[in-house]
């Protein structure tokens, strides 16, 4: 499997960016709905099915998470 560099890029960044976000002392839920969707987007561009959907549920739950209050 050959993908483009700066997709995986992409793809890192909005993970460590999410994560940073999620253990902050004090995280925004709007902050963390926009990072997990940045995160979704990045695994969308690499064009794998099977990433794309593991992804995709991991965004679901932080989303949900986050809607219910774990994130201030």
Do not use: H, N, Y
């Amino acid at each position: 499997m050959d993908f483009d560099q700066q997709a995986k890029t992409d793809l890192l960044e909005a993970v460590e960016a999410l994560r940073v976000e999620a253990e902050g002392p004090a995280p925004d839920t709007g902050a963390v709905v926009k990072k997990a969707g940045r995160l979704k987007a990045a695994a969308a561009s690499i064009g794998i099915p099977a990433l794309s959907s593991a992804v995709g549920g991991a965004v679901e739950a932080f989303t949900s998470l986050a809607i219910g209050g774990a994130f201030g």
